[in-house]
């Protein structure tokens, strides 16, 4: 089993930044990738961005790329979501994910095993 929980959500005035962060526990070593994804009130989860376990691959989406990093602490197994530029449509609920099989479509929600709480974040115009 693998634990994963969100935190550093909150309110932030349009332009401003937030770091969501994501700790990971329990058998990390079965962890391939961590994703974020979110979800807005009626909407589907969509996927944001992926970093494998090792570090050493992102991706981060389209409308996400010039104003989201994503990162790892090793010694920390936490993963975090830099989000810089925000826009009032940024706002839902942030949810980690925790990959361990391989071959899967990192955007889908069907190829993550474990999910976080998720925690909120929301931008006031």
């Known amino acids: 089993q693998v634990q994963l929980v969100e935190s550093g959500g909150g309110l932030v005035q349009a332009g401003g930044s937030l770091r969501v962060s994501c700790a990971a526990s329990?058998?990390?070593?079965?962890?391939?990738?961590l994703g974020w994804f979110r979800q807005a009130p009626g909407e589907e989860r969509e996927f944001v961005a992926r970093?494998?376990?090792?570090?050493?691959?992102?991706f981060t989406t389209d409308f996400a790329l010039d104003r989201f990093t994503i990162s790892k602490d090793d010694a920390k197994n936490t993963v975090y979501l830099q989000m810089n530029r925000l826009k009032p449509e940024d706002t839902a609920v942030y949810y980690c994910?925790?990959?361990?099989?391989?071959?899967?479509?990192?955007?889908?929600?069907?190829?993550?095993?474990?999910w976080g709480q998720g925690t909120q974040v929301t931008v006031s115009p």
């Open positions: 970093i494998s376990w090792s570090g050493d691959s992102t």
């Open positions: 329990g058998r990390t070593l079965s962890i391939s990738a």
């Open positions: 994910a925790a990959e361990t099989r391989l071959g899967g479509s990192y955007y889908l929600t069907s190829s993550y095993d474990y």
